[in-house]
């Protein structure tokens, strides 16, 4: 037991260092390992207790969001989801702080230990008066005798009738689920429609985000890019395990430069991380390097598509096949895209990209534009078709099949994921067989649609999009086989 001048100067200095508390009360919550100090640890602590100081203060909040991007092993859990707790209550057991994770019991976990904190006799000797309400004591949620409460949540359930002082999210998807659009979007609207109103003052309490990168339109994606077109405001830390362009903020590169130019080379250091690297590079490029795809590019290298002026494309004896192939949204209200990909293979057996038509329109105007694609392509330019499974799919294609009278239309239903489609064009491109058509280069499609389709290409399979892919995985798969070998002598 602590005695008593020791434990008034204990309380003295952790109610005033974040930090110190956390290194004053490890043992208890982290007892099977000593602890180890890192820059990033401080760093951390003093940035999250600048905003409980802000918030006992009661000033208005400068940021919407505040997001961590930090690997595993580097305490983001143990500090923003198990010790602050504790810290906020010995400054005010009257605050309420809401926890939230992909999965309710992986934060309940986390409750569970802040609890085993509150509860211990070195804490309490220090702040007597946080106590835990008799009546409220369970894992995951429990209170304190003068309001305080905590709450579990996982990012796809309800918090229905709770408010908090203080939002924490902590890892927000599953790494398993993060090409899931279903669950990508579930999340989103946890995050951007729920949360905001489960704060007892939304001009004070800002939500902290702590996760590794997962994909493109992952939390962190999403939320930057509202930032950029000023919807929100965000401030942004990002700790690679190896020094980058992405350290955020850049002074911070400096400490990286101390320690071999690593982050924490107690916890990851070289050995570990090529180890870790080993077991694949979309995995180690997400969770190490906080990038959603590994530097050296991710399933295509877009660096080798080059754009080069090809053939003549009204002239069929140029070329010894061509095809436009569509990808359909299913809405055109639900974020995805309708994509046309016009795709010709040239005598020298290359394969160019003429042009991408790209648009979310509802289905008779969507299927008026697929028209008069064809009728700009010319006849000599096959109609590809992706059909949706089940009937209403079938439907659809047979409907745009009996629009396109006059055209070859081939329909395909494809098989296998996005990524095992996409592999063998993936090859061709990676061996700088692929190239682009200049923007405008065909009469009557002057829109530029280069931007759109590389950056797509760069992140996938974990790009916010996968249309465009889609379709040139569609058309490539089309030119391959014999369906489309056409007589263009007697066309």
Not at 280 to 295: E, N, R, T, V, W
Request: proline residues 6%; aromatic residues 10%; glycine residues 8%.
């Amino acid at each position: 037991m602590i005695g008593f001048r020791e434990h008034d100067i204990i309380r003295s200095i952790t109610r005033k260092s974040f930090y110190e508390f956390v290194r004053e009360f490890w043992p208890i919550v982290v007892p099977h390992e000593p602890f180890q100090p890192n820059w990033h640890i401080e760093y951390l602590c003093w940035d999250a207790q600048r905003e409980v100081e802000r918030i006992l203060a009661r000033k208005k909040k400068r940021y919407d969001y505040i997001i961590y991007n930090i690997p595993p092993v580097s305490l983001k859990s143990t500090i923003f989801a198990m010790f602050l707790h504790g810290f906020i209550w010995a400054r005010n057991p009257s605050l309420n702080f809401i926890g939230c994770s992909y999965e309710q019991n992986l934060m309940v976990g986390h409750a569970r230990r802040a609890r085993d904190l509150i509860r211990s006799d070195e804490y309490k000797a220090c702040f007597p008066e946080v106590k835990i309400r008799g009546d409220m004591n369970a894992v995951g949620t429990y209170g304190t005798t003068l309001g305080g409460a905590r709450y579990s949540s996982g990012t796809q359930g309800s918090i229905t009738g709770k408010h908090g002082d203080l939002v924490v999210i902590d890892d927000p998807l599953n790494p398993r689920a993060a090409r899931s659009i279903a669950e990508t979007k579930a999340v989103k609207e946890f995050i951007l429609e729920a949360l905001p109103s489960r704060k007892r003052a939304i001009s004070l309490v800002p939500t902290i985000l702590i996760m590794q990168r997962l994909s493109q339109e992952d939390p962190t994606g999403f939320l930057l890019d509202m930032a950029e077109r000023g919807e929100i405001r965000v401030k942004h830390v990002c700790l690679p395990a190896t020094i980058s362009a992405l350290v955020k903020p850049a002074k911070l590169k400096k400490y990286y430069y101390d320690q071999d130019t690593l982050l924490d080379p107690n916890r990851l250091n070289w050995e570990a991380l090529r180890e870790l690297k080993a077991s694949g590079d979309f995995m180690y490029a997400g969770q190490y390097d906080q990038s959603p795809i590994p530097i050296g590019g991710g399933m295509f290298k877009a660096e080798k598509l080059m754009v080069k002026t090809p053939p003549d494309p009204t002239n069929p004896k140029k070329w010894v096949k061509q095809i436009r192939f569509w990808d359909k949204a299913a809405t055109y209200d639900d974020g995805c895209w309708t994509v046309g990909l016009r795709l010709g293979k040239d005598l020298d057996q290359n394969w160019c990209i003429l042009h991408v038509d790209r648009f979310r329109l509802e289905s008779t105007a969507r299927e008026n534009r697929i028209k008069r694609r064809a009728e700009i392509d010319g006849k000599h330019v096959v109609v590809g078709l992706e059909q949706e499974p089940g009937s209403s799919g079938k439907a659809d294609a047979q409907a745009t099949i009996r629009n396109l009278a006059g055209w070859r239309v081939v329909a395909e239903r494809p098989t296998g994921s996005k990524e095992l489609r996409a592999d063998p064009v993936a090859s061709q491109v990676n061996g700088g067989n692929v190239y682009l058509a200049p923007e405008g280069y065909i009469d009557g499609l002057p829109e530029a649609w280069h931007g759109p389709f590389i950056g797509e290409m760069q992140y996938f399979p974990f790009s916010k999009f996968k249309d465009q892919v889609d379709a040139l995985s569609g058309g490539f798969g089309q030119t391959c086989q014999g369906i489309l070998q056409i007589g263009f002598n007697n066309l």
